[in-house]
């Protein structure tokens, strides 16, 4: 069984920055496939980033390319988002997710989900 438990989460103003964390329980961090997800009030839960279990492949929503980076310690059994230039659309529920397969983590199918950590981009 996995836990993950999301945190950083927080009030920022438009060109802001954010890191948030994802913190995995358990013994098998290094085989899961992790990815960040967001939705926003009344919209569908969208993929933001995802890295594969070894901290090389990446992926990530063209509306984030070049502000966010997705990154992961496993000293730490802890996934990172970064997010830079912050825009007020990027105001929603992030939600960490982790899975052993790629396509389920990518799809939204994963196995293990966080509870969510709100962001909020306003000045």
């Known amino acids: 069984q996995v836990q993950l438990v999301e945190s950083g989460g927080g009030l920022v103003q438009p060109g802001g920055s954010l890191r948030l964390s994802c913190a995995a329980s358990?013994?098998?961090?290094?085989?899961?496939?992790m990815g960040w997800y967001r939705q926003a009030p009344g919209k569908q839960r969208e993929l933001v980033a995802a890295i594969g279990s070894g901290g090389v492949t990446t992926n990530y929503a063209d509306s984030v390319k070049g502000r966010f980076t997705i990154s992961r310690d496993y000293a730490k059994n802890t996934v990172y988002l970064q997010m830079k230039n912050l825009k007020p659309e990027a105001t929603a529920a992030y939600y960490c997710?982790?899975?052993?397969?790629?396509?389920?983590?990518?799809?939204?199918?994963?196995?293990?989900w966080g509870q969510g950590t709100q962001v909020t981009v306003s000045s």
């Open positions: 997710n982790a899975d052993l397969s790629w396509r389920s983590v990518v799809t939204g199918a994963a196995t293990y």
């Open positions: 358990g013994s098998i961090f290094s085989r899961l496939v």
